[in-house]
């Protein structure tokens, strides 16, 4: 069922929208190993602007300043990749939710129900999480391909909807 109001938020809407992509990972040490990064990439260079791309490892410090990076070249969204699991280095998901100011639980929430449909209860060990920060979305989705095209499923089309919302 549509609604009329979102279906006139996207209307009004931009496709006009600038992302940056980080790729978390202590392994891949290059952008040619970064096969989740590429399949970021590959959607939103069809789709929207790639305006900076970046890969660190997990480390607070270095997340933070990617991120502060790219909004001080204005990008609209930011999607981190990796990071979001239980081990000790995986530091995405605290690093991101300290900087929010407005969570969007909604993009964890459907995220695990349609990795329960793809995998089973393993997608309870999913971490995923979005949030506004200095009107920027930030959507950060664990490192693996499979989650990274189940995320992006989730949210390509509605970047838009959602960048006019956080500039309203």
Known sequence: MKSETTEQHKSESSSDISCG??????SRKSEKLDLSGKIISDEIESRY??????????EKDELINA????????????LTTGGTGLDIRDITVETVESLFEKKIDGFGELFRY??????????????????VYKKTLIFSMPGSPNAVKTALSLIIDELPHFVHHVNK
Do not use: C, Y
């Not at 602007?49 to 997990?58: A, G, H, M």
């Not at 991120?67 to 930011?78: L, S």
């Open 49 to 58: 602007t790639l305006k900076s791309k970046s890969l660190i490892p997990d």
């Open 67 to 78: 991120i502060e990076k790219m909004i001080f070249e204005g990008v609209d969204v930011i």
């Open 21 to 26: 992509i980080i790729t978390l990972s202590d």
């Open 114 to 131: 349609k990795s329960f449909e793809e995998i089973g209860s393993g997608a309870l060990l999913s971490r995923a999480t979005a949030g």
